[in-house]
């Protein structure tokens, strides 16, 4: 935005600092005048010479005169100093503004010294840059992983429609089911960054969603691939009125399940789904068997694309954005989302988010 140009800070506040100087001045010889003359005898001649107000007053006035040039000198060059000394460490924020509008977001103020009000400007520009460096890094290695893995399936169909074009006598049957099967995993993997991008938007009306509905019908949809798989639920808890979008919160339990089910033992594995009402809000817990998994992976499983050593692409495993995008969907819900890691294997993963108003009755 072009500006007309102005005066700098430092000029006004100079010229501050010169004229409340110039000012306390004038106040202080005014004082000093006016107690002279309300305590100057009224003598006109003495043995020792002529004593005459008006060779006082002119004295005094040439005096003063002196003395507020030297206030106004004195004004200028230390206020100029003074305001260059104040205003340094709003230099330093601005050059750190500069650098960053350049795309120099790694670069930090650290402004030294105590508390006050531009080092509480620093620290919190700092804590912006250190925020916003890590959401661009995300943002970055999300768009390569999402390139990678659409770029994966459409090479595959790629390779199916050449072998299908200069091989006439191989099985389309087999081609045809190949590349609906590709399909499906694009279709999927598309819908999921679309449903991540649509929740980081908050862009949904808040309402009050009884988790444990949710609960029900997550497990309904999900029964048959846990009974392929030899898993059973456990579900267990009372009515927990949180706030926000129902389809959102059901797709976060659906996938907090199906996670559950698909990463758990090969056989005889177990998901308990617990809700719950507590004094900071309510809670949905999903705990299954499964693999054992060392503590310093866990809190990366929430990455986008990042599988553990066994979560490996099997049929119905997803696209790797299961736990990111529940971790999304809790984050606009002012939730939060704790992974631990069980000590006999498997996760329990817990939502805790805000509390509705309590409602008579329960309603799909």
């Not at 935005?1 to 010889?29: C, E």
């Not at 190949?178 to 279709?187: G, Q």
């Not at 308990?272 to 054992?292: D, F, H, Q, S």
Request: proline share 4%; hydrophobic share 45%.
């Amino acid at each position: 935005m072009d500006r007309t140009p102005g005066w700098s800070v430092r000029l006004k506040l100079t010229l501050s600092y010169a004229g409340f100087l110039l000012l306390a001045g004038v106040m202080l010889i005014a004082a000093v005048w006016v107690f002279l003359l309300s305590n100057l005898p009224e003598v006109t001649s003495s043995i020792g010479g002529l004593q005459v107000r008006a060779v006082l007053a002119r004295d005094f006035a040439a005096g003063a005169a002196v003395v507020m040039a030297f206030l106004l000198v004195f004004g200028l060059v230390g206020g100029w100093l003074l305001a260059g000394r104040m205003l340094a460490p709003l230099t330093r924020i601005t050059d750190a503004t500069q650098r960053a509008a350049n795309g120099a977001l790694s670069h930090r103020i650290r402004l030294e010294g105590r508390n006050d009000e531009f080092r509480a400007l620093a620290d919190a520009f700092d804590d912006m840059l250190a925020q916003l460096e890590a959401h661009v890094a995300e943002q970055r290695r999300f768009a390569a992983n999402a390139s990678h893995e659409l770029r994966t399936p459409l090479a595959i169909s790629k390779a199916l429609l050449d072998v299908a074009r200069t091989d006439p006598n191989h099985d389309r049957g087999e081609i045809i089911d190949r590349l609906h099967a590709v399909n499906t995993r694009a279709i999927d993997l598309t819908e999921a960054l679309l449903l991540l991008s649509r929740a980081e938007q908050r862009s949904f009306t808040r309402q009050p969603v009884d988790l444990s509905l949710l609960v029900e019908e997550a497990t309904e949809t999900l029964l048959p691939l846990a009974e392929k798989r030899g898993v059973t639920f456990e579900t267990s808890g009372d009515i927990a009125l949180a706030t926000g979008s129902q389809a959102l919160l059901l797709q976060m339990t659906t996938n907090l399940v199906h996670n559950a089910v698909v990463h758990n033992l090969p056989e005889r594995g177990t998901v308990r789904i617990a809700t719950g009402v507590r004094p900071e809000g309510v809670v949905l817990t999903v705990e299954n068997t499964g693999e054992k998994l060392s503590p310093a992976l866990v809190p990366t499983l929430t990455e986008p694309f990042r599988r553990g050593s066994e979560r490996v692409r099997t049929d119905h495993a997803g696209v790797g954005l299961g736990l990111a995008i529940v971790k999304s969907i809790a984050h606009v819900h002012d939730g939060t989302l704790t992974i631990t890691p069980c000590a006999a294997g498997g996760l329990r993963i817990t939502v805790e988010l805000p509390a509705a108003a309590p409602q008579t009755g329960r309603h799909p």
